[in-house]
């Protein structure tokens, strides 16, 4: 079991920026990759952004590419985004997830609002 705790969304003006953190705990060792996703309201869950636990190969959507960016803290348990030049699109629950090799994502935390005005 992994457990991920996501924290750092908030209200933003478009063109703000924000840092989304995810804490994960349990069996990290397990991870190999781990991501972020978003729901806007009446819309499904999209893939966001990933990132190998190891070796920190990275995967964007092309809807956010250039402005947010996936990194992995220094303490290896922690996966942040950085969301800059934010528009009103990019406004949702960010859900941060994580997944065993050969696994689809099966762990998620509980979410982050992201609210951008225009």
């Known amino acids: 079991q992994v457990q991920l705790v996501e924290s750092g969304g908030g209200l933003v003006q478009a063109g703000g920026s924000l840092r989304l953190s995810c804490a994960a705990s349990g069996r990290t060792r397990s991870i190999d990759r781990m991501g972020w996703f978003r729901q806007a309201p009446g819309k499904e869950r999209e893939f966001v952004v990933s990132?190998?636990?190891?070796?920190?190969?990275?995967l964007y959507a092309d809807s956010v590419k250039g402005r947010l960016m996936i990194s992995r803290g220094n303490a290896q348990n922690t996966v942040y985004l950085q969301m800059n030049n934010l528009k009103p699109e990019d406004a949702a629950v960010y859900y941060c997830?994580?997944?065993?090799?050969?696994?689809?994502?099966?762990?998620w935390g509980q979410g982050t609002q992201v609210a951008v005005s225009s």
């Open positions: 990132i190998d636990w190891n070796g920190g190969t990275t």
């Open positions: 997830a994580a997944k065993f090799p050969a696994r689809r994502y099966e762990y």
